[in-house]
């Protein structure tokens, strides 16, 4: 049980690094004109679909068994680097 509340611990933490980059994520965003925003709708959608998946995966983390409880860490750690590499992707991919 401690490990799972260390890796949720460790969520908490990853995701609040992830709010900041969100963040600048959409304050450029609404800089951008109305062009510039419906070429990057894919990947907003991707960046959504990513999100709702890592959040499934933190519900099941949250509900696993001691004998699941790796099986949905790595789960949950998959997505989130699939997460971040989407918000990191669409920065750098933002004029």
């Known amino acids: 049980m401690q490990m799972k509340e260390e890796y ?3 969520v908490v933490a990853e995701v609040e690094d992830l709010a900041v980059r969100v963040a ?3 304050a450029r965003i609404a800089k951008q004109k109305v062009s510039v925003n419906l070429q990057f709708n894919g990947e907003l959608e991707y960046l959504r679909n990513r999100f709702a998946d890592f959040k499934k995966r933190i519900e099941e983390l949250e ?3 001691d004998d699941r409880l790796e099986e949905a860490h790595d ?13 990191d992707a669409l920065l750098a991919a933002l004029p």
């Open 75 to 87: 789960a949950a750690e998959l997505a989130w680097h699939d997460l971040e590499h989407a918000v």
């Open 24 to 26: 600048q994520l959409k």
């Open 8 to 10: 949720l611990q460790r």
């Open 63 to 65: 509900e696993a068994s």
